[in-house]
């Protein structure tokens, strides 16, 4: 099939998309867009096929404000049902993030990317159904007619038969996938593959081959709290059930990829007297968490979105929740954050935040601070 007749193959399938109710859509994703196994993994894993964006502009698209804060703030799974509409959802940085990912690969390869020997299915089945999620959910921007995915926002394609297939996700999908399988002797979860470039102090490569709990040994609290349900849930967890997290943090910038070594790593060892409120970021890393139907293996993917700090102030009962955790948080957990670098500058700003919103009758004086009903949004979002 030649260029010209594919797209308009793609025209003809958008206009159906448009003109058609949802059974025929069922029958539709079964046959048009089945993985290179003829599989429809929508119906094998139990998750709705997402609702299709026939007018999706890439470049307009603002992902959901996700504000995970939580008050009282303990350490535990905090885990909500994902929305299969969002496993994965493109936003106006896709163009400039699956560049900045492709040159991360470049220079620091197994850091990056990195397969063990008997995750190979596992990869394959996690490109299939990425590849099935696209296109359905994205049919001006993703085609598939196998080996060939095509992608109409960059205008590339990938030949899923030749090339490796975390190397394919990376090129086109701006989300970071860490797979997992039980490890024969132990039987513990253990991380088996990874394309991974929005981490912080860690990378593929310090952590592949290693059980949950040992990739998670810095986290605070986490053998007390977390480390017998987070297997047991594991062991039991089924493919129609993925669930989804949120994790947060305050930058200066917005880097996506730091190690230790960083010179940039050095700005939260001190209280920079110069910092601008306009330089601080939200950096939020909205995680997914979902068994594949095939391989069984559990995949943890997520997505850093930056917002400036100074959103905040006019996001309803934000400013309250975050200067709670900010003063009052755990020590320890708040330690883990890094947070201290930014405070000097940020908890004096959300007090004047603060009184501001409960002027304008937005939060009431006094007001508990507790999560919100909206979590992990806010009151008022959608406007
Ligand atoms: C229900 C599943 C999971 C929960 C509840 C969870 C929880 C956490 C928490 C609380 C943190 C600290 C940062 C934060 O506040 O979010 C963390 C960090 C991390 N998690 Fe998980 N996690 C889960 C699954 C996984 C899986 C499956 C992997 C990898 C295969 C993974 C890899 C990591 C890594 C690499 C870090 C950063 C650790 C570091 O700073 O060195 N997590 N996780």
Not at 61 to 77: E, G, L, V
Not at 277 to 304: C, G, H, M
Not at 327 to 343: A, D, Q, S, V
């Amino acid at each position: 099939m030649d260029v010209v007749q594919l797209s308009l193959c793609s025209l003809f399938f958008v206009a159906l998309l448009l003109a058609c109710g949802r059974p025929f859509l069922d029958k539709l994703y079964a046959t048009v867009f089945h993985g290179r196994q003829n599989v429809d993994y929508f119906r094998i894993s139990g998750v709705p096929p997402p609702n299709p964006l026939p007018d999706f502009d890439v470049d307009k698209a603002k992902a959901r404000p996700y504000r995970p804060f939580r008050w009282t703030y303990h350490q535990t799974m905090s885990l909500k049902k994902m929305e299969p509409d969002y496993w994965l959802e493109l936003e106006s940085t896709y163009r400039e993030r699956v560049a900045q990912r492709k040159d991360l690969y470049r220079k620091h390869g197994k850091k990056i990317i990195d397969a063990l020997p008997g995750s190979e299915l596992a990869c394959r089945e996690l490109m299939d159904m990425v590849i099935q999620f696209l296109c359905v959910r994205y049919p001006n921007q993703f085609q598939f007619s196998g080996p060939i995915l095509y992608n109409r926002i960059l205008n590339t394609q990938s030949n899923v038969d030749q090339e490796n297939p975390l190397e394919v996700l990376n090129n086109n999908v701006p989300e970071d996938f860490l797979l997992t399988l039980p490890d024969p002797k132990t039987g513990l979860y253990t991380m088996v593959a990874g394309v991974c470039c929005s981490s912080l102090g860690w990378n593929v490569a310090t952590k592949i081959g290693k059980p949950l709990k040992e990739i998670h040994s810095v986290v605070p609290d986490y053998k007390d709290k977390m480390e017998f349900s987070m297997d047991r849930y594991f062991s039991k967890m089924p493919t129609d059930k993925p669930i989804q997290r949120g994790s947060w943090g305050l930058e200066v910038g917005q880097p996506l990829w730091l190690q230790d070594d960083d010179p940039h790593f050095a700005l939260r060892t001190t209280q920079d007297p110069n910092l601008k409120i306009e330089d601080i970021y939200l950096r939020v890393d909205w995680q997914t968490l979902r068994r594949l139907p095939q391989s069984k293996s559990i995949v943890f993917n997520f997505k850093a979105l930056f917002t400036p700090f100074s959103s905040f102030r006019n996001e309803s009962h934000i400013p309250h929740l975050v200067l709670k955790v900010l003063t009052e948080g755990k020590k320890n957990l708040m330690e883990y954050k890094g947070t201290w670098h930014i405070e000097h500058k940020v908890v004096p700003v959300l007090k004047e935040w603060c009184k501001e919103q409960e002027g304008k009758g937005w939060v009431p004086e006094n007001w508990e601070v507790r999560t919100l009903d909206e979590d992990p949004y806010f009151p008022g979002w959608n406007d």
